[in-house]
């Protein structure tokens, strides 16, 4: 719609500037811009829900030989859907940040129930 030939405006018929690959604002929105405002509050929330779970963990939690609080995957459902149905993926985002450990690479509802989730 940006290169529309019925438009008389100028301004419309234009293309979007092209960013190369390698440029630091490629495959951003731009600055100021609505999505880019979107994008940071639904960082923020993110964020704010994988402080809770690491709350959660170190509440419900046992300390271990090494120093690092661990729970199960199974006690930390049950204690945490109730606050929030995204469990396993604020799990999944902790762990990419080196907040928590835990072994293999998804969590299944019964079928893991035994996996140790280290605080880290």
């Known amino acids: 719609q940006r290169k529309n030939p019925f438009s008389s405006q100028a301004g419309l ?14 495959g951003r929105p731009p600055e100021g811009s609505r999505t880019e405002q979107r994008g940071k509050d639904a960082h923020s929330h993110v964020g704010k829900e994988v402080e809770e779970l690491c709350l959660v963990i170190r509440r419900t939690g046992e300390v ?28 999944l985002r902790a762990r990419k940040h080196g907040l928590v450990g835990f072994e293999g690479e998804m969590l ?13």
């Open 108 to 120: 299944w509802q019964g079928k893991d129930d035994d996996v140790v989730i280290t605080l880290l």
């Open 13 to 26: 018929a234009s293309k979007a500037p092209h960013v190369p690959r390698g440029d630091g604002t490629y």
């Open 64 to 91: 271990g030989e090494d120093g690092h609080v661990s729970v199960t995957f199974g006690q930390l459902f049950e204690t945490y859907v109730t606050i929030s149905n995204k469990v396993v993926g604020i799990l």
